[in-house]
């Protein structure tokens, strides 16, 4: 029996992709195989509370399988080995994961004919909030496409863009959310600092990001005229952002996303 999705990976963002796909009926579990390489993983997998038990008929193999289609979410330096499996169990259309890996590697890859796609997704899919970027091989349908961004909506946002982003797009929502959590951090130390209880600090900061979040997702309005919103003339917010920018936070984002953004291209090579 030809699968309809084999998973080729099951460490976090796999069985993220995984969880996210059969939770929302994308498919019945007994038509997605995971295929993982370490034993111990696969033992994780079909262990009790793990994603086998909760989603009865979900298979967990140890390489790859016939199917339809085929995820890639491996470390970059196993995809030319995990898409050779895939060009012999005969896939013809593979979306890869794995950081660094070009459209090119994976078409020269994979079977002759086989549709590639490549998608930069990020930690926040292991709770389907990802910002996931995709792109698509010369040989890839409208047909392809659109089923890549079903799979990787599966754990949050998609967005279409070009290749040449790529690197980009890693240097900023790829590597994004540790910029958000040093922010985070500075944040709760702050709140220490001023005479708050680190748990109530945590709970303040934390909550005040993810209400950031669904103000800018829901409003619809600029990032500046929701924070002007909130900064009246000489008053606490005022005062707190000068400090900021005095200190150039703003200048320390848009460098750190420019070195990201440039390691990734050196690491793609």
């Not at 085929?70 to 050779?84: E, F, H, L, S, T």
């Not at 709760?188 to 997702?217: N, W």
């Not at 002007?228 to 750190?256: C, D, H, Y």
Request: aromatic share 2%.
């Amino acid at each position: 029996m030809t699968a309809k999705l084999l998973v080729v990976g099951g460490g976090k963002m796999g069985s993220a992709l995984v969880e996210g796909l059969l939770s929302s009926g994308w498919a019945p579990p007994s038509e997605v195989v995971v295929a993982e390489a370490s034993p111990q993983r696969r033992d994780e997998l079909a262990a009790p509370g793990g994603p086998a038990q909760r989603f009865g008929g979900l298979a967990i193999v140890g390489e790859p399988v016939p199917a339809e289609s085929a995820v890639i979410a491996v470390k970059p330096g196993d995809a030319q080995a995990a898409c050779r499996a895939l060009a012999s169990a005969g896939v013809k259309r593979v979306l890869s994961v794995a950081a660094g890996v070009t459209l090119a590697d994976l078409a020269g890859w994979c079977q002759e004919a086989t549709a590639v796609l490549r998608a930069m997704p990020n930690t926040a899919a292991l709770v389907g909030a990802s910002a996931t970027a995709l792109c698509a091989g010369p040989g890839a349908s409208a047909e392809d496409i659109d089923w890549a961004k079903d799979v990787m909506r599966s754990v949050g946002k998609v967005v279409e863009v070009p290749e040449r982003w790529m690197n980009a797009v890693t240097g900023l929502s790829g590597s994004g959310p540790a910029y958000m959590f040093v922010v985070v951090e500075a944040m709760i130390e702050a709140g220490v600092l001023v005479g708050l209880p680190r748990e109530v600090a945590t709970d303040l900061v934390s909550q005040t990001l993810a209400g950031c979040a669904q103000l800018l997702a829901k409003t619809g309005e600029a990032p500046a005229a929701l924070r002007a919103s909130v900064t009246s003339p000489g008053g606490t917010t005022a005062a707190g952002l000068r400090q900021l920018e005095a200190r150039a936070v703003r200048s320390a984002f848009v460098e750190a996303v420019a070195a990201a953004t440039q390691r990734a291209s050196e690491l793609a090579g």
